[in-house]
């Protein structure tokens, strides 16, 4: 089994940064594919960034190309999200997930997620 807690979010003005954390626990986490995701109000939740488990691999959407970076410790069982240049329509709820298979988290049919924390960035 594994859990995973977010933490970083809040409340940033347009063109801030912010850096998400996402703490694991299990003996597996070198072992998983790990993402990012989010969801605005009224929007179904999407993906923003994916990482494969040793790190060698990463996947980003389109609208967050060039300014937010995935990256994972293996040692910390962590994973972050740093996020530069902030725009509010990255407002939104930010989701940790991880699956051993990475087609999961592809279609969103992970088995592991995080509680979510709170992205908001003012105009």
């Known amino acids: 089994q594994v859990q995973l807690v977010e933490s970083g979010g809040g409340l940033v003005q347009a063109g801030g940064s912010l850096r998400l954390s996402c703490a694991a626990s299990?003996?597996?986490?070198?072992?998983?594919?790990m993402g990012w995701f989010r969801q605005a109000p009224g929007k179904e939740r999407e993906f923003v960034a994916l990482i494969t488990p040793s790190g060698s691999a990463t996947y980003y959407l389109d609208s967050v190309k060039g300014r937010f970076t995935i990256s994972r410790d293996n040692a910390k069982t962590a994973m972050y999200l740093q996020m530069n240049s902030l725009k509010p329509e990255d407002t939104a709820v930010y989701y940790c997930?991880?699956?051993?298979?990475?087609?999961?988290?592809?279609?969103?049919?992970?088995?592991?997620w995080g509680q979510g924390t709170q992205v908001t960035v003012s105009s």
């Open positions: 299990g003996s597996t986490f070198s072992r998983l594919n």
């Open positions: 997930g991880a699956d051993l298979l990475f087609r999961r988290l592809v279609v969103g049919t992970l088995d592991y």
